[in-house]
């Protein structure tokens, strides 16, 4: 059984006009102490879908509307507020877009991990204290006893997405949600961070669902990727089958858009058009405006999500009948 597994999950935010789908039908699982990748461009759900298994919807204007989230045999949203809260921070943690806004800026770095494993562990103070401070030499913060008693801003930015990288390990979690964990930190910043999550996790087993708009640090990091655009997963499967074989235009699309090292242009080419608001009405298949084998069915007809593979799928109408390569589609 998969430590996480995911069934026609939708979520849909209250608007005035009633309630407006922004995720519909994904279905995904995570296995003991696998990497998944979620990509897809800005707004296409994928934070929404985190905090959803997070349980963080709770009092907002968003809801899951329906489907069911079993996390280590129990279905998530059949367990009370109470349930859920002891869950978060023991068995899943997040890390979240922006390490300052995570952090609070007026306590002590030492503090706020001392804090957290004291909530979920029963730890004196001293030993919290001792703990924090391995964990802080665990994510590789120079001289941790000093950086104990720092204030995040004086840290730099990948040393505070490494103080939320400690405290989000801090109570050994089996399941770490890591959402754009390193947009705001420099290439080789960003690199770094990565590589300590996948050390962390060689040494811990926790599973890790890696979010990000760049298919370029999925395919380093993750063994199975989910495309997602506009609410749905488009393309799914283990890294090195899709990469063998890309069947989502919009996929390659993505793959075309990463950034090369050796390149002179940095960015090859940007997917044309952009992804629909969550008020405009569609028909077919959410990508066929963009899409440059659309044909008439595309715009008329929601596609089926076909097997492709051994564990690959995908949401398209020429499932199996595009020859994607990467470059195509580059002028
Ligand atoms: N609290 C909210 N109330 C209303 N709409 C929301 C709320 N949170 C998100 N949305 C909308 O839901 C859609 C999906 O948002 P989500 O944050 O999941 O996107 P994302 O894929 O994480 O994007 P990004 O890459 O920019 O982080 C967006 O159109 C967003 O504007
Ligand atoms: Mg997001």
Redesign the pocket.
Same mark, same amino acid.
């Given at each position: 059984m998969a430590l996480l597994e995911i069934e026609n999950l939708s979520i849909a $935010?209250r608007a005035d006009t009633g309630l407006l789908p $922004?995720v519909e039908g994904c279905s995904f699982s995570v296995e003991q102490n696998q990497t998944m990748g979620i990509v %897809?461009e800005? %707004?296409? %759900?994928?934070? *929404?879908t985190a905090m959803a298994i997070m349980g963080l919807l709770e009092g907002?204007? $968003?809801k899951v509307t329906s489907g069911s989230i079993m996390f280590d045999g129990k279905d998530l949203l059949q367990l009370s507020a109470r349930q859920r809260r002891s869950l978060m921070g023991n068995d899943m943690s997040m890390i979240f877009?922006e390490p300052m806004t995570s952090l609070n800026p007026v306590y002590r770095v030492g503090d706020q991990i001392v804090e957290s494993l004291r909530q979920h562990r029963t730890l004196s103070l001293s030993q919290a204290k001792s703990r924090a401070t391995e964990l802080l030499d665990l994510v590789k913060i120079p001289d941790p006893e000093q950086r104990m008693v720092s204030f995040p801003h004086q840290l730099s930015g990948g040393q505070r997405q490494r103080v939320m990288i400690a405290m989000a390990l801090s109570c050994e979690p089996q399941l770490l949600i890591a959402d754009?964990p390193t947009t705001a930190l420099d290439v080789t910043v960003q690199r770094e961070v990565l590589e300590l999550m996948l050390d962390l996790q060689r040494s811990t087993g926790t599973s890790i669902i890696l979010i990000s708009?760049d298919l370029g640090v999925i395919a380093e990091t993750c063994d199975v990727v989910a495309v997602m655009y506009r609410g749905r997963i488009i393309e799914s499967a283990p890294t090195s089958e899709l990469f063998a074989s890309i069947q989502h235009p919009y996929t390659l699309g993505l793959l075309n858009s990463i950034p090369s090292i050796d390149s002179e242009v940095e960015w090859l080419k940007a997917i044309p058009g952009r992804v629909p608001t *969550?008020q405009e009405q569609l028909h077919g298949c959410a990508f066929h405006p963009r899409c440059a084998f659309a044909k008439e069915e595309c715009s008329h007809s929601l596609p089926p999500t076909t097997s492709v593979g051994e564990h690959h799928q995908v949401m398209c109408h020429f499932a199996n009948e595009l020859d994607l390569e990467p470059g195509q589609l580059d002028s």
């Open positions: $935010v $922004v %897809g800005s %707004g296409c %759900g994928k934070s *929404l907002t204007q $968003v877009q754009e708009h *969550l």
